[in-house]
């Protein structure tokens, strides 16, 4: 069984975003362990940067982060996958038993530090999205690669 844990930088406002990420997780919960960390996400404008918000949200993250785990970063400039690579690249990289950690930043996005510490670093889409969307969509493409490694028919 996969060990995946979600580390992101805030958290879901609206009810229908809660009910989708509650039903993605009940729908992996065959295959992996899953794991929902949200950290605050850090106000930018006025005095404070998006760089230094980007900074700040960077620390927290890092206070998160599981120990020996295989850090898979979502970033508009990552390796873009089908869902059949992301897969692949989930059984690589977790399939042994190493805990995965995707972890999606915040309005600003996510720290070049940090960034620096992840193993991959993978875009969902040349097209920006909300961090709830974001989360939704990684959740759905998790449930999808499960599905095509245990070759269920929901893919096809």
């Known amino acids: 069984m996969f060990k995946i844990t979600l580390l992101t930088v805030g958290n ?4 229908h975003w809660q009910e989708a990420q509650a039903e993605y ?7 992996a362990k899953v794991d929902v960390i949200e950290v605050a996400a850090e106000p930018f404008g006025g005095s404070v940067t998006a ?8 620390e927290r993250l890092m206070k998160r982060l599981p120990k020996d785990a295989a850090i898979i970063a979502l970033e508009r400039t990552g390796k873009r996958l089908s869902s059949v690579e992301f897969a692949y690249l989930l059984k690589d990289e977790g399939g042994s038993g190493t805990h995965l950690v995707f972890v999606i930043g915040g309005t600003a996005g996510l720290d070049p ?10 875009s969902l889409s040349p097209m920006t999205f909300t961090h709830e969307m974001a989360r939704v969509f990684l959740l759905e493409q998790v ?14």
Do not use: C, V
């Not at 879901?12 to 009810?15: C, I, N, Q, S, V």
């Not at 997780?25 to 295959?31: D, E, G, T, V």
């Not at 530090?113 to 993978?122: C, D, G, P, V, Y």
């Open 12 to 15: 879901l406002k609206e009810r």
């Open 25 to 31: 997780l009940r729908r992996l919960s065959p295959f």
């Open 51 to 58: 760089d230094q918000a980007m900074r700040t949200e960077g």
């Open 113 to 122: 530090a940090f960034l620096a510490k992840s193993r991959t670093k993978i």
């Open 143 to 156: 449930y999808r690669a499960m599905t095509i490694l245990s070759k269920k028919p929901y893919h096809y």
